[in-house]
């Protein structure tokens, strides 16, 4: 069976990594990259880490508006599919390429595999709440993290090929967390020690526009004690835009992207994460790091229910305070899986029966 995997951004490299390793040993696998994150910070550095390797298919979309970018990516898709004649497509998680290879999936009639299935911020404000609504939707084959994922999709009446997997992430969080704290040269290199500093990020929509990001700039000038912030592109163009980066450079340690052993070494030391990314609410918890999300909603709302993350929004009051008293649960149970969801999915994705059936 032929296996198209469309990745793009970042988090996408991330998942895939895991589980392409696995996917090889089970079926053909074409790689199709979007090119919707192409600094070298946001995307090659994790195929070097992460033994991802060159894709086979490079579309080099780019950036753009929702719409030009997912526009560019559905035709560049299209043509890939047209090309390769994969028996099935996989795509990650809950962003634009994601929405573009689902789409495309849909329209030509080829069963569709979703990774990280059934997340919900109940926001549709937010376009990675309709990328995974619609997502979903298409799917054929739905792996979740979590039972709360399930639960998810169950309320929007989808259960069948809904599958339990665990979360791919924590495969890599087992596999390179120690192995990230040896070999990087951070938090040492900053001159700062375990649990002497706040890491955080930003990046979000709703969080890159004003008045947001002042309030935000605001919360981060608030926190004691020093604090580390590796900078996406979209933050700091907006940051410029706003005449806010040098107030920023003044109260914080901003750094460029860091790749994924590098930025795990700094969580993994961290007094406590602040950010408005998914994944590093859900690593900080993988860590066993306190986290506070700025952010009105969280689709991974087991680390708020166990006592590991605090939603502020974008309030300095609320992000100084969570920042000065992180929370750490009493408990610390293995919700999103056992490190073995890679070899999971690449067994069921393999079996002919959810494509036909
Ligand atoms: C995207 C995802 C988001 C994910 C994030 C991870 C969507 C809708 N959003 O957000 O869910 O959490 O990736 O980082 O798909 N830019 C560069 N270089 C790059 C890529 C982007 O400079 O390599 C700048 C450009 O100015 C671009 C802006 O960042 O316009 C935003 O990039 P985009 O890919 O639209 O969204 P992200 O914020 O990265």
Request: aromatic fraction near 4%.
């Amino acid at each position: 069976m032929r296996l198209l995997s469309v990745t793009g951004t970042r988090p996408q490299f991330v998942k895939a990594a895991p589980l392409h390793a696995e996917l090889v040993k089970q079926v053909e696998l074409v790689v199709a990259d979007t090119g919707q994150h192409y600094d070298h910070e946001l995307s090659r550095v994790f195929n070097e880490e992460l033994g991802l390797g060159d894709p086979d298919v490079q579309l080099g979309v780019g950036s753009g508006s929702h719409a030009e970018m997912t526009a560019a990516m559905l035709v560049g898709i299209e043509r890939t599919v047209l090309d390769v004649r994969p028996d099935a497509v996989l795509v990650y998680g809950d962003t634009n390429s994601t929405l573009a290879g689902a789409l495309v999936a849909a329209k030509l009639g080829l069963p569709l595999a979703h990774v990280e299935a059934g997340l919900r911020s109940f926001d549709m404000r937010m376009p990675e709440e309709v990328n995974r609504v619609v997502c979903d939707r298409l799917s054929r084959l739905l792996f979740c993290p979590s039972e709360v994922a399930i639960a998810n999709l169950a309320a929007e009446g989808i259960t069948r090929g809904a599958e339990l997997v665990g979360d791919v992430m924590v495969d890599l969080a087992r596999l390179l967390g120690p192995l990230a704290s040896e070999r990087s040269p951070y938090p040492a290199a900053l001159g700062l020690e375990r649990g002497g500093y706040a890491l955080a990020t930003v990046h979000r929509q709703a969080n890159t526009v004003q008045p947001a990001l002042g309030r935000i700039v605001e919360g981060l000038e608030r926190v004691a004690g020093p604090v580390v912030l590796p900078l996406h592109p979209r933050t700091r163009e907006a940051l410029s835009g706003a005449g806010l980066l040098a107030r920023l450079e003044r109260a914080v340690h901003v750094l460029p992207p860091l790749g994924y052993l590098d930025f795990t070494a700094l969580l993994r030391a961290a007094r406590v994460c602040l950010t408005d990314s998914g994944g590093a609410q859900k690593e900080a918890y993988l860590h066993s790091v306190p986290c506070v999300t700025m952010r009105e909603t969280t689709e991974w709302i087991e680390t708020v229910e166990l006592g590991w993350n605090v939603l502020t929004a974008d309030d300095p009051d609320a992000i100084e305070a969570a920042a000065a008293a992180p929370l750490r649960g009493p408990t610390h149970p293995d919700v999103y899986g056992d490190g073995h969801a890679a070899s999971r999915m690449a067994k069921l994705v393999a079996e002919p029966a959810w494509r036909t059936g």
